[in-house]
């Protein structure tokens, strides 16, 4: 049920609204599994209705998608400095951020295991895309093909790590994680550095 006309996105009223859908539908992920979650429950919490609601997002997979991108943004991107280039604190950082995404969407999404592989999707696509910006800033003679390789492969490694971390109980601090994960990673990334450079 796409609208004729999108809403402007820098209007306030649209920021305002939209802000609402996001906060009712987190509310509905701390009490009710996404699958049992309906684009009614969401319009009832947010007090708006349906046609409004689908001027924002076309469904609630959208929606998710969204949450899930606000989520890193905030919990992930804001402690990096895209425009730099990869470096051992950069990873380090990385590394303790999805630890902080991952513990906190375990205690907001009541089913978080059921949402897992939408999740992993969305988020190791983020997590590539900002590592290949960061991974380009190291040396610009290395072939996009290479640096693509080494993002997703830094991307997948640095997600499934903090992942399992998540899943089998956080017995150890995110930063005894980082410390154990970040040297194993940095020896990869230095082959894309020059000889004798930083």
């Known amino acids: 049920m796409p609208s004729i006309l999108s809403p402007n996105p820098n209007d306030p009223r649209v920021i305002r609204t939209r802000q609402l859908i996001l906060d009712s539908f987190a509310e509905q992920l701390n009490t009710m599994d996404f699958n049992a979650i309906t684009v009614q429950d969401i319009t009832r919490k947010a007090t708006i209705n349906r046609a409004t609601f689908y001027a924002h997002f076309p469904d609630k997979y959208a929606l998710l998608e969204s949450f899930l991108s606000d989520a890193f943004t905030e919990l992930v991107l804001r402690k990096i400095d895209d425009q730099a280039a990869l470096t051992e604190e950069t990873l380090y950082t990385l590394v303790a951020a999805l630890c902080d995404y991952h513990e906190s969407s375990h205690h907001c999404l009541k089913k978080y295991d059921s949402l897992a592989l939408i999740i992993?999707?969305?988020?190791?696509?983020?997590?590539?895309?900002?590592?290949?910006?960061?991974?380009?800033?190291?040396?610009?003679?290395?072939?996009?093909?290479?640096?693509?390789?080494?993002?997703?492969?830094?991307?997948?490694?640095?997600?499934?790590?903090?992942?399992?971390?998540?899943?089998?109980?956080r017995h150890e601090s995110a930063a005894a994680l980082a410390g154990r994960l970040v040297p194993l990673m940095n020896n990869g990334v230095s082959l894309l550095t020059p000889a004798g450079g930083e």
Do not use: H, M
């Not at 380009?136 to 693509?148: K, P």
């Open 120 to 169: 992993e999707e969305n988020i190791k696509l983020q997590l590539e895309q900002l590592l290949q910006r960061l991974l380009s800033g190291v040396d610009s003679t290395v072939d996009s093909r290479t640096l693509q390789t080494a993002a997703t492969l830094l991307s997948w490694s640095i997600y499934g790590v903090t992942y399992r971390w998540n899943k089998e109980g």
